[in-house]
Nanobody
Framework: QVQLVESGGGSVQAGGSLKLSCAAY????????MAWFRQAPGKEREGVAA???????SYGDSVKGRFTASRDNAKNSLYLQMTSLKPEDAAMYYC?????????????????WGQGTQVTVSS
């Protein structure tokens, strides 16, 4: 059974940092594109970062230069290092996976989702 479990969310002041983790179970992790999405109340789910099986990364415009995605295939894990956090970064953050080497921006291209981890940023 394919499963994703996020952790690392919490509350931080603006300008602070957090590191999110996503543990993957039940599939050949290295063959999958992995991504981070977020969703704030009343807003659509937004792509934050994606990392392909070869380690190539892409980022949403609003987080470029502040967030860094990485993966450790040996540990079946995905990470999101978030720095210089802003109140507008506050959201539920989700880890997602899709089979194949390439990542896509659209959330509906991803077949497996974690339960989410909450990030709160106070000004």
């Amino acid at each position: 059974q394919v499963q994703l479990v996020e952790s690392g969310g919490g509350s931080v002041q603006a300008g602070g940092s957090l590191k999110l983790s996503c543990a993957a179970y039940g599939y050949t992790y290295s063959d999958y594109c992995m991504a981070w999405f977020r969703q704030a109340p009343g807003k659509e789910r937004e792509g934050v970062a994606a990392i392909e099986s070869d380690g190539s990364t892409s980022y949403g415009d609003s987080v470029k230069g502040r967030f860094t995605a990485s993966r450790d295939n040996a540990k079946n894990s995905l990470y999101l290092q978030m720095t210089s956090l802003k109140p507008e970064d506050a959201a539920m953050y989700y880890c997602a996976a899709r089979s194949g080497d390439f990542c896509y921006a659209a959330a509906n291209m991803y077949t497996t989702w974690g339960q989410g981890t909450q990030v709160t940023v106070s000004s």
